[in-house]
């Protein structure tokens, strides 16, 4: 529906990642204006596995934005 409306834009969403690197909690951090393409970015970053914060040599939970483009065409 977002593609066939023409709707771009770019969301930023803050993830927290736990130890395993694995997504705990995605919230919008910036919105695109578009509640399609929000979702979407949202339920993407949340499949996504990610490279776990390291320190003191250790893993910790973390939190990261992770900006999410949509644009048509090439």
């Not at 990610?50 to 949509?70: Q, R």
């Amino acid at each position: 529906a977002s593609l066939r409306n023409g709707e771009t834009g770019s969301v930023t969403i803050r993830v927290r990642i736990d130890a395993a690197g694995e997504p705990v909690k995605a919230e919008i951090e910036q919105s695109s204006g578009f509640r399609n393409l929000d979702r979407a970015a949202r339920k993407a970053v949340m499949r996504w596995r990610y490279a776990p914060k390291i320190e003191n040599g250790a893993a910790v939970e973390t939190e990261i934005l992770v900006p999410v483009d949509f644009k048509i065409g090439n």
